[in-house]
């Protein structure tokens, strides 16, 4: 076969030594040139030197192959620098599988991308992902769409328009205000509970609210000088509880001692922690008062007591009698 450049040659035996050699599985002169043939078709010819010349042009531009003498004093070639270790891209495909945002097909696709970053040999290794219910898995094709533009939005200091809604009883997607769009100054996207949502100042409202991003439809962007706006998410986040926003107040809560890992994941481990008797520690944080917290502290039945501010004990006090009066 005639027409074949040397760069086209160059950069095949560059594909080849990713895709088929790795620290286990290396390939000799020989080797690379049947699979030239794979590459180019059968009629396909080239010399042994054409090939090693090649090769030290790909290692003159920093593209690592590593060689070795074997039996008959055939020298082996293979490509063993990744960008990634194997175990980071297990890492890569567990979080994309186990992500709720992404839709089952659009995680098939970018799991199949990651392991192309590695050797075909490698890859293998790769099979066995983490098990996720399908059930939970969503099934707006758009989000990944919807995240480059409200990216695009906070980059660029624009406003953002949307749609939103919910599921109702009939599993039927509802459009709130009548599918009417909603109009917001984007400050941030956060991943929470295997879910994107969107930090954002709606237009004529003081609060900052949460939108979960696969709940949204028509998201695009308004070309309006952004609002400028004091804002720190990591703060933000700190005193929010299951993305839930509210009123900044003082809260003082008890916990039992076997609690003690569960505050630490939640809080860090720069939190202050006062013990109280042999049996609970106090800690004093700046929280969000909302359904949110409530429902975070209600987790721990009696291991968890909120001791102020009062208006949250008689919350707290409210909907254990609601719980009460279900049973």
């Known amino acids: 076969m005639d027409g074949i450049s040397n760069i086209r040659r160059i950069m095949a035996i ?16 020989s080797e690379i040139i049947e699979q030239l043939k794979l590459y180019f078709g059968s009629d396909y010819k080239v010399s042994k030197n054409t090939v090693k010349n090649a090769i030290e042009e790909l290692r003159s531009s ?7 003498i074997k039996e008959n004093q055939t020298i082996h070639y293979s490509h063993q620098y990744r960008e990634f270790e194997i175990h980071e891209l297990r890492m890569l495909i567990d979080a994309i599988s186990s992500a709720r945002f992404i839709t089952q097909e659009e995680s098939n696709k970018l799991i199949e991308k990651v392991k192309s970053l590695t050797s075909k ?26 995240i480059d533009t409200i990216h695009s939005c906070i980059n660029q200091k624009k406003m ?13 997607f509802i459009l709130s205000r009548e599918g009417n769009l909603y109009t917001a100054w984007p400050l941030s996207l956060v ?9 954002a100042k709606p237009e004529g409202i003081e609060e900052i609210r949460h939108y979960r991003v696969d709940r949204m439809k028509k998201v695009s962007e308004k070309n309006v000088q952004n609002l400028q706006i004091e804002f720190n998410i990591t703060d933000h986040l700190k ?52 359904d949110g917290l409530i429902r975070w502290l209600l ?8 001791v102020s501010p009062p208006y949250l004990v008689k919350k707290i006090k409210d909907e254990v009698t609601k719980m009460y009066q279900n049973y």
């Open 14 to 29: 560059q594909e080849i030594l990713f895709q088929m050699t790795d620290e286990e599985h290396e390939l000799s002169i």
């Open 62 to 68: 920093k593209f690592n192959i590593e060689e070795s």
């Open 121 to 146: 040999h490698l890859a293998k290794r790769l099979r066995n992902q983490v098990i996720v219910d399908m059930g939970v898995k969503a099934e707006n094709k758009e989000v990944r769409y919807h």
């Open 160 to 172: 953002l328009t949307f749609q939103y809604g919910r599921y109702n009883l009939k599993k039927e």
């Open 191 to 199: 991943w929470n509970s295997d879910y994107y949502y969107l930090v």
């Open 239 to 290: 005193r929010c509880f299951n993305m839930y926003p509210g009123e900044v107040d003082n809260v003082e809560i008890q916990f039992s001692n076997q609690l003690i890992n569960v505050v630490l994941d939640r809080f860090g481990r720069n939190i202050n922690i006062k013990k109280v008797d042999e049996e609970k520690f106090s800690i004093k944080i700046s929280a969000s008062v909302s």
């Open 299 to 306: 987790t721990w039945a009696s291991d968890a007591k909120v």
